[in-house]
């Protein structure tokens, strides 16, 4: 049987404002002292008024436009009513009827993810709770720092066909939002988090599953793992017709399985109304200007310039442009090279390997552009082989010591010289009578074994195209 899986996601990310979304309130809550960044407004006590947080507007405004969106010149806020811990008003101010932007998109290797909606709301509080989860916590504490946070929330349509793709779509928007500096994207500390709605549908039968709710997904590589899990689990449900029931999961990263929360809220269980104390919000045509203005080169346009300005692969430079920080590096190194695709080869292989290896950022590197173009003038006057450059990268990368001083250092110039090569040619030719008769009798391929017996002799230091020449010579 083929089944057709059908995601859709809801994204919460927190907007780089200085102060929270509706008060004055520092917005900075992380590592912050519990319960210090609080007043009477984001703490919900009667008589107090929100003020609308300009920045705020702006950053949703930019996210609108960086994720081709529409910015609806009139949007409004509204109240979603339910009762929870960590929500002291006892309802969140969100935009429910009115978005901010609309109509927004995202693609994907060719596939168009459609993003109905981007609005504006209020964080909730923090709950902690004194256990290892909250089914066997004994006591729940409330950190209200994170109460009035400002937020987006970004709807996509059910558009994403895998688990895959919804990692993907994850970390696009996330690099597209660094990008902008609209927000840190950092899953870790909560400023991105992601709800997944999945449903199957058997493409025989046309039966179709109940839509289910992951909430809460605080990492990509979680994202796709509860997916897939919940693919599984929905096809196994469909096939042997089981009782299926539209519900809210959690994802427990330790058994690696969602588990049930609650049945699924309907919208009509929140008595969505107007927010009767903020007036609506008129966005004009000129306060969209100043904000495009704004808006930095983003990824997907950073990757074009690289292809067309450094003649490299597209494939290399959507792996550079993802990452800004990564990208800036590439050009700095560029600028004092003057070889993109040189840069790039070793941008994506070896620099890229081992700051993985590493966990590095690009402002931990201890290597410089410097280094890059010194092992390129090493290379282009023949004193070293690609081989050396490799086996001493890591060495440059990590100590940043220039790579002609390591060469100097470990005597590891190349042999260029014709007498010396030829000597060590004659020698192998001699010690391997047999394949110098198979190679003369037409198996041409014996001549790369004549080459890596000189190069195994030489630890990598001979010249290898020399060698090349040196036996095809000895051998006619």
Known sequence: MMYKTIIGLEIHTQLLTKTKAFCKCSADH??????????????????????????AVDLAIMAGLALNGKINEISKFDRKNYFYPDLPKGYQITQYFYP????????????????????????????????????????????????????????????????????????????????????????????????????????????????????????FKFVEKALE????????????????????????????????????????????????????????????????????????????????????????????????????????????????????????????RLMKENEDEVNDLNFKPEHLKDLKDLLDSNKISTKIAKDIFPQVYSEGIMPSIIVKEKGLEQIDDDEELKKMALEILKANPKNVEKYKNGKNNLLGFFVGQVMKQTKGKANPSKVNEIFLDLLK
């Open 30 to 55: 992380f590592e912050n002292e519990i319960n210090k960044n609080v007043c009477p407004i984001c703490s919900g006590q009667p008589g107090s008024l929100p003020v609308l947080n300009e920045e």
């Open 100 to 219: 901010i932007v609309s109509d927004a998109y995202i693609k994907i290797d060719g596939d168009k993810i459609r993003i109905n909606r981007i609005h504006m709301e209020e964080d909730t509080a923090k709950m902690l709770h004194q256990g290892d989860q909250i089914s066997t916590a004994k006591e729940s504490l409330i950190d209200y720092n994170r109460a009035g946070i400002p937020l987006i929330e970004i709807v996509t349509e059910p558009d994403i066909k895998s688990p895959s793709q919804a990692r993907e779509f994850m970390e696009k928007l996330r690099d597209i939002l660094r990008y902008a500096n609209i927000s840190s994207g950092d899953m870790e500390k909560g400023a991105l988090r992601c709800d997944a709605n999945i449903s199957i549908i058997d493409e025989e039968t046309g039966k179709s599953s109940k839509r289910v709710e992951i909430k809460n997904i605080n990492s």
């Open 229 to 352: 899990y919940e693919r599984e689990r929905l096809i196994e449900v469909l096939k042997n017709n089981e009782n299926m029931v539209q519900e809210t999961r959690g994802w427990d990263a330790t058994t690696k399985s969602t588990f049930s929360m609650r049945t699924k809220e309907e919208e009509a269980d929140y008595r969505y109304f107007p927010e009767p104390d903020i007036p609506y919000l008129v966005i004009e045509k000129d306060r969209i200007e100043k904000v495009k203005n704004r808006l930095p080169e983003l990824p997907e346009q950073k990757s074009k310039r690289f292809v067309e300005n450094y003649d490299i692969p597209e494939y290399d430079a959507d792996v550079i442009s993802s990452n800004k920080e990564f990208a800036d590096f590439y050009e700095e190194c560029v600028e004092i090279v003057k070889d993109g695709k040189f840069v790039s080869n070793w941008f994506i292989g070896d620099i890229l």
